[in-house]
T-cell receptor
Framework: DARVTQTPRHKVTEMGQEVTMRCQPI?????VFWYRQTMMQGLELLAY????????DSGMPKDRFSAEMPDATLATLKIQPSEPRDSAVYFC?????????????FGPGTRLTVL | DQQVKQNSPSLSVQEGRISILNCDYT??????FLWYKKYPAEGPTFLIS?????DKNEDGRFTVFLNKSAKHLSLHIVPSQPGDSAVYFC????????????FGKGTRLHILP
């Protein structure tokens, strides 16, 4: 049963602390996307990778957010330092470029609360 | 500037009736449109798609209609069932340009007993 996994599922932290979220894409998928869901903005694309190379991180606050793919089975999203306005659900998704409609498969999300 | 707009944050429909969710887009270069469904505490899951060369795609109780001249699409669910209560995201992609999908803000559908 191939699925995208994300850890942790929930994270509560204090302002100023570093937060690291992890994602394991579906085996064989070589595009990985990070989204943030908030009530106001819906699903915002933060960054995406193809074959582990970052292609677009224009949606990410550069001063505090960073996204990497150390290997094909792991993507990370870090926030340092975290702020209360970063509280949201963060989703990772993976896909296969050139698929018929760019379908993406989402993980269950990490709910982040910054106090 | 939002390229994909879902102007109704929520919608309530009686069980058994038709649910119609609407979506507007601004970029005429989009060539595929998708609908995703999201339950609480889960990630969005793909529901149905339509190519820009078509005006209708049907899959069981779900039908998506595309009106390119109006830059408008809609998702029809007939008949609506309790399990359809979820948030529905409209999305669009430009296959020849990149791998990205642009999502709307979502519409929360409540199916009333």
């Amino acid at each position: 049963d191939a699925r995208v996994t994300q850890t942790p599922r929930h994270k509560v932290t204090e302002m100023g602390q570093e937060v690291t979220m992890r994602c394991q894409p579906i085996l064989g998928h070589n595009t990985v996307f990070w989204y943030r869901q908030t009530m106001m903005q819906g699903l915002e694309l933060l960054a995406y990778f193809r074959n582990r190379a970052p292609l677009d991180d224009s949606g990410m606050p550069k001063d505090r957010f960073s996204a990497e793919m150390p290997d094909a089975t792991l993507a990370t999203l870090k926030i340092q330092p975290s702020e209360p306005r970063d509280s949201a659900v963060y989703f990772c998704a993976s896909g296969i470029p050139g698929s018929s409609y760019n379908e993406q498969f989402f993980g269950p999300g990490t709910r982040l609360t910054v106090l | 500037d939002q390229q994909v707009k879902q102007n109704s944050p929520s919608l309530s429909v009686q069980e058994g009736r038709i649910s119609i969710l609407n979506c507007d887009y601004t970029n005429s270069m989009f060539d595929y449109f998708l609908w995703y469904k999201k339950y609480p505490a889960e990630g969005p899951t793909f529901l149905i798609s339509i190519s820009s060369i078509k005006d209708k795609n049907e899959d069981g109780r779900f039908t998506v209609f595309l009106n390119k001249s109006a830059k408008h699409l809609s998702l029809h669910i007939v008949p609506s069932q309790p399990g359809d209560s979820a948030v529905y995201f409209c999305a669009a992609s430009h296959l020849n340009r990149d791998d990205k999908i642009i999502f709307g803000k979502g519409t929360r559908l409540h199916i009333l007993p």
